[in-house]
């Protein structure tokens, strides 16, 4: 049996297996003829699977990440009413998401693969604030997880034709919790004082919506967490909306959400449409800044409501596009909010504590088997 951590996010799924970590973008379509898609290098942009399993029933054959993307209307992303624990869709991430991660880890290390891999994983993953808090979700969620699983790659993945044999043990903790484990063991400033049980708020800024956990020394305090409907994706389909009625190209970024993230994060300013070139430095600068301020407004009421937090850490997906904006404020404010050094690594808290977590809980539930568990 191998720890494998495993981040459910409404934006993207994160996994960390051993030394293989991957992301795949939360999108889903169904499955059918051969999609059109050319050449593909990286497995990860061609997952078009076919799955056995209770958790799919019938619905056997999926597109998943950026394949699903292209399919247009028939892309499904997560919804703010969607819950992960009762969604098929997470169910379908979840499992394609180990499998992919095993599969890699054996490319990493031998090079290649059989056609056939078994895997028997301790499946760390997560639950939001909301369900976490109701009364046996977490369990039923383990209960509904729990069990074997089969995952098909088919073409055009360069994984095509390689069967998983899923047979996983899971273990859903609270998502946030998850994240403060990794601050806790990481970050000097938290793991120091743990002793005088400090007041630690985050805001974990994630794609349909922002909690803020509150936790006492290592614990999390229930009654002072919260979260608020604001997330990155509506933040990003406005933006795109606003850049379409700019350049009166309705089909510019034609892959949505997803294209004009990567434009962002290559922080490019000026686009070619139609044999034109749109400078959109301006534009993207007014509408990320105006967001900042409705996000920063989130955090100033929280502090205010719990003044007792000591440090404040903005994490997740949203901390790399809005921390310019949120540190401009605070500083206006004379606060401090706290950031990790290396932006790119908030997205992935969640799963690197739930690694650790696996790690932990596989060593304590099953010792004998550890020596057969991938090393870290």
């Not at 958790?55 to 209307?73: E, F």
């Not at 919804?79 to 624990?85: G, I, R, V, Y």
Request: proline share 5%; aromatic share 8%.
């Amino acid at each position: 049996m191998q720890p494998i951590g495993i981040d459910l996010g409404n934006g993207a799924v994160k996994v960390r297996f051993g030394t293989t970590r991957l992301m795949i973008p939360n999108v889903i379509s169904v499955g059918g003829m051969q999609p059109e898609y050319g050449e593909v290098s990286n497995p990860l942009d061609a997952l078009n699977v076919v799955l056995d399993s209770p958790l799919v029933g019938d619905s056997r054959h999926w597109y998943i990440g950026r394949l699903a993307a292209t399919q247009g209307a028939m892309a499904r992303y997560m919804l703010p009413s969607d819950q992960k624990t009762l969604s098929q869709q997470s169910a379908i991430l979840y499992l394609v998401g180990l499998a992919a991660a095993v599969v890699q880890h054996e490319f990493e290390v031998n090079g290649s693969t059989e056609p056939e891999l078994e895997a028997e994983l301790y499946a760390v993953s997560g639950a939001s604030l909301v369900e976490s808090f109701q009364k046996g979700t977490r369990r039923r969620f383990e209960d509904k997880l729990r069990g074997e699983h089969w995952v098909t790659f088919q073409d055009p993945s360069p994984w095509a034709g390689v069967t998983v044999h899923l047979r996983v043990y899971p273990r859903v903790h609270l998502e946030g919790h998850t994240a403060y484990l990794w601050l806790m063991r990481n970050i000097p400033s938290i793991s120091t004082v743990l002793s005088t049980k400090p007041v630690i708020g985050l805001a974990e800024v994630g794609e349909l919506s922002t909690e803020f956990p509150v936790f006492r020394g290592p614990n999390i305090e229930p009654a002072l967490s919260s979260g608020a409907q604001f997330g990155t994706a509506s933040v990003m389909d406005e933006l795109l909306l606003r850049i379409r009625d700019f350049t009166q190209v309705p089909t510019a970024f034609a892959g949505g959400r997803m294209e004009l993230e990567r434009f962002l994060e290559e922080r490019r300013d000026t686009v070619s449409l139609m044999g034109r070139t749109y400078h959109l430095r301006e534009l993207i600068e007014d509408h990320l800044s105006a967001a900042a301020h409705s996000l920063y407004g989130l955090i100033r009421e929280k502090w205010q409501r719990v003044p007792t937090i000591e440090q404040f850490w903005v994490i997740g997906g949203g901390a790399a596009l809005f921390h310019s904006y949120l540190q401009r404020k605070a500083q206006q404010d004379h606060v401090m909010l706290n950031f990790l050094d290396d932006l790119s690594e908030s997205r992935w808290l969640n799963a690197e504590g739930m690694y650790l977590i696996a790690q932990q809980g596989l060593k304590r539930e099953f010792p004998e088997l550890m020596q057969h568990a991938i090393q870290a």
